[in-house]
């Protein structure tokens, strides 16, 4: 039995709806998913009717785009509370800083001579959590680029002229909102972000488990972070962070996860939830 514990819907800047997402899932064989949309769960209650129908098991998640030290890290929040206040007030801060953002990127496009409207973004994003891909396919369609590795490339890639900072809660502070949630705190592709010199810190702030298997990771590097689990005591996670068909070819089943990680997810978050429970004992004891 295998599973694949990092996927996007059309509800962040994947293009496939949760049902086609589970289509895809089944067709190769998985028998278990997580949805791990950006800073959204608002995809996990049609995935998981979709997963429920295919006799498949879901796990819901979150990526969240956080900051350590300067550094970036997308940090997974695996079996959170989806309907957890807190939770869901902080997503719709961040949903309208990702607004934001895509208003000031067109701004900027505009002032390069292209006349994009923010609006035809949103359209095409018509979700709560639209990203630079969906600035990327507003202007490909209107016909400024090509191909959306062309619009990264000449506009949205860091540094690039229509390029702008993402706002990042810090790491500590988002490993503590995944726990207030009941969820287990993930650090996604560590080997995309440099992270390494932080990760003694995250595993000191809290974090449970590591993304050793993914798509762009080598070999090497997930032998690096498999390492890193083992020192640490970390869960070891892994997905294929299939966005459909925003880059040529879906990602989904190339990564298949055997199934015994799912189970130490589970007993992890079975730990989450139990010691949210149990009341932390007071610093200062009241003297009888
Ligand atoms: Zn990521
Ligand atoms: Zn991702």
Redesign the pocket.
């Known amino acids: 039995m295998f599973a694949d514990l990092h996927l996007h819907t059309n509800f962040s800047d994947g293009t496939y709806t949760p049902e086609e997402l589970v289509m895809h899932a089944r067709r190769h064989g998985l028998s278990a998913v997580a949805l791990t949309d950006h800073d959204t769960v608002e995809g996990c209650a049609r995935m998981s009717a979709a997963c429920r129908q295919n006799g498949l098991e879901f796990v819901p998640g979150s990526?969240l785009t956080a900051e350590l030290d300067g550094v970036e890290l997308?940090l997974i929040g695996y079996f959170i509370d989806t309907e957890h206040p807190r939770l869901l007030g902080e997503m719709a801060k961040f949903q309208s800083v990702r607004q934001n953002r895509i208003r000031e990127m067109v701004a900027r496009l505009n002032k390069l001579n292209i006349p994009l409207e923010a609006e035809a973004v949103f359209a095409i994003a018509n979700c709560r959590s639209p990203g630079r891909p969906h600035v990327g396919r507003a202007l490909v369609q209107a016909g400024f680029c090509a191909t959306l590795d062309e619009a990264f490339e000449r506009f949205l890639k860091k540094h690039r002229p229509a390029w702008v900072p993402k706002f990042k809660i810090s790491a500590v502070d988002a490993m503590a909102l995944i726990h207030e949630a009941g969820g287990v705190a993930v650090l996604?592709?560590p080997g995309l972000n440099r992270s390494d010199d932080v990760i003694p810190l995250l595993v000191e702030a809290g974090m449970d488990g590591i993304e050793c298997y993914h798509t762009k990771h080598t070999p090497s590097t997930c032998e690096r972070y498999l390492a890193v689990a083992e020192q640490s005591h970390l869960i070891v996670t892994g997905g294929s962070?299939c966005h459909g068909l925003n880059k040529g070819k879906p990602l989904i089943g190339t990564i298949k996860l055997p199934y015994s990680h799912v189970l130490e997810l589970k007993s992890r978050a079975d730990e989450v939830r139990r010691s949210r429970l149990t009341p932390r004992p007071l610093a200062n004891p009241p003297v009888s």
Do not use: C, P, Y
Request: glycine share 0%; aromatic share 0%; hydrophobic share 20%.
């Open positions: 990526e997308h996604a592709h962070d």
